[in-house]
């Protein structure tokens, strides 16, 4: 007899991250990088669980964990087999309550929610099968892997045919991508020296560490103050020389003609992308972006749904996609994306760092490698090095590359004192951040 889910817990852990001005960007200044963590827990032998997690950057955390409370009723009291069995039909389960729905639909803080859960969902299987999640997809036939994926407002770009065909020609190389996957790891880039908020001293430091720690690629926020950018961007090409490639990110802070006044000042430095250089919602504006200026335009962190992401694809007006892991309802959509970017030839390179980000997204990227684009070309994973000492199975990056994650699940499990010394607001962390800012009152 299958054991049963019993319960959905929900937590709110968030760390100060503001205090060193980790993860400071042009639209955010000052981010506590934060998760809504999920534990789905069963009646197994043994503890079997399944992890997940929605990354915010502070205030607004609660929501989404209140989110994720809403969808309890769909988890509690269903057997493991029935939603690791299937996990195409729990997908939609949880995607496609009409009420629910209503508030997005499908995107915004009820879609995170659900992307939260059907991520701890699959953290569940994998667990189950004994696989991390990427070899778990990677194990599946073409036709196991189109059951995953919701079809609806995609045909017009990507039919059923089609995704079968993609993943049917790439089926016969994948043993042997596994292989180099697991000797040589996935090439990575470092958004670390390139924090806004850090001194010029500390982005010179760290561009030259990144450097000499193998990486091929760094990137830095942009879009505050123009005469700023410039100095920072002469900076950093000076520290890593002609042949690391320098990405810039804006965060969302331009209009499309200040995006290409900024852009034509910053391409005598050679960036390698523009990142979300405007809303993530509008894509006439990135398709402008891209061909009025010369440097290759990237968006997708926070880009809501699949549907989005196939327009961006049918307008031209994208380089490469970035794929956030827990953006969009989860592996299910996810995959989406990556069949429609397989189906357009352009590349993906994941967003990553915040809390659990990298760790989560790895798979995906792999999973893509190995099943679906069969290609390295172009695709690098962004990797920060903070926060990862707060999960069981964190991402480890050597010589510039993803190491293939090889324990079981989506290497989404925090440690126990994460959950008590960072929740919040009752966390001891907490509680002394307080007490401070009291005293300095």
Same mark, same amino acid.
């Given at each position: 007899m299958s054991p049963t889910i019993t319960e959905v817990d929900v937590y709110d852990i968030r760390f100060p991250t503001s205090e060193q001005?980790?993860?400071?960007?042009? &639209?955010?200044?000052?981010?506590?990088?934060? @998760?809504?963590?999920? +534990? !789905?827990?069963? $009646?197994?032998?043994?503890?079997?669980? *399944?992890?997940g997690l929605c990354f915010t950057i502070g205030r607004?955390?609660? %929501?989404?964990?209140?989110?994720?409370?809403?969808l309890r009723p769909y988890v509690v009291g269903r057997s493991v087999d029935s939603v690791t069995g299937d996990l195409g039909a729990f997908y939609r389960l949880l995607t496609h309550d009409s009420q629910l729905r209503w508030l997005g639909p499908e995107k915004g803080v009820m879609h995170m929610a659900a992307g939260a859960v059907v991520n701890a969902a699959w953290d569940l299987a994998?667990?189950?099968? *004994?696989?991390?999640? =990427?070899? !778990?997809?990677?194990? &599946?036939?073409?036709d196991q892997l189109v059951d995953l994926v919701d079809f609806r407002y995609l045909s017009d770009a990507l039919t059923r045919d089609e995704a079968l065909d993609i993943l049917r020609r790439a089926e016969p190389g994948r043993a042997a991508r596994a292989e180099t996957l697991r000797k040589e790891g996935y090439p990575a880039y470092?958004?670390?020296?390139? =924090?806004l908020g850090y001194s010029d001293e500390k982005l010179t430091r760290?561009?030259?560490?990144?450097?000499?720690?193998g990486f091929g690629q760094i990137k830095l926020k942009v879009g505050a103050d123009l005469e700023d950018d410039l100095r920072r961007m002469r900076l950093a090409r000076a520290a890593v020389g002609p042949d690391i490639r320098?990405?810039? $990110?804006?965060?969302?802070?331009?209009?499309?003609?200040?995006? !290409?006044? =900024? &852009?034509?000042?910053?391409?005598?430095? $050679?960036?390698?992308?523009?990142?979300?250089?405007?809303?993530?919602?509008?894509i006439l504006a990135h398709a402008a972006v891209r061909a009025g200026q010369p440097v290759r335009v990237a968006t997708g962190e926070h880009v809501a749904n699949r549907v989005v992401f196939k327009q961006l694809l049918q307008a031209g007006a994208v380089d490469f996609v970035q794929i956030d892991a827990a953006r969009v309802a989860g592996v299910n959509e996810n995959l989406a994306i990556l069949?429609? @970017?397989?189906?357009?030839? +352009? /590349?993906?390179? /994941?967003?990553?760092?915040? +809390?659990?980000?990298?760790? !989560?997204v790895q798979h995906l990227a792999m999973f893509d490698y190995v099943a679906v684009s069969g290609s390295l070309e172009g695709r690098v994973i962004e990797y920060v090095p903070h926060l990862h000492e707060h999960f069981s199975d964190p991402a %480890?990056?050597?010589? *510039?590359?993803? +190491?293939?994650?090889?324990?079981?699940?989506?290497?989404?499990? &925090? %440690?126990?004192?994460?959950?008590?010394?960072?929740?919040?607001?009752?966390?001891?962390? =907490?509680?002394?951040?307080?007490?401070?800012?009291e005293l300095t009152r």
């Open positions: 001005l980790d993860g400071s960007d042009a &639209m955010n200044p000052d981010p506590d990088y934060s @998760a809504a963590y999920v +534990v !789905l827990r069963t $009646d197994a032998p043994g503890g079997l669980a *399944g992890y607004g955390n609660d %929501v989404v964990a209140a989110a994720i409370e809403a994998a667990r189950q099968a *004994g696989k991390p999640v =990427w070899a !778990l997809l990677a194990s &599946m036939s073409p470092t958004t670390e020296p390139g =924090w760290l561009a030259k560490e990144a450097v000499a720690a320098i990405a810039v $990110d804006a965060n969302q802070r331009w209009d499309v003609a200040e995006a !290409l006044e =900024w &852009m034509a000042a910053l391409a005598p430095y $050679d960036p390698y992308w523009i990142e979300e250089p405007t809303s993530p919602d509008d069949l429609l @970017a397989a189906k357009f030839g +352009v /590349p993906v390179c /994941p967003h990553a760092g915040g +809390v659990g980000l990298c760790e !989560l %480890v990056v050597e010589n *510039g590359r993803y +190491v293939a994650p090889s324990a079981p699940g989506f290497s989404a499990r &925090m %440690v126990p004192e994460t959950l008590t010394d960072y929740r919040y607001p009752e966390g001891p962390v =907490w509680q002394e951040r307080a007490q401070r800012q």
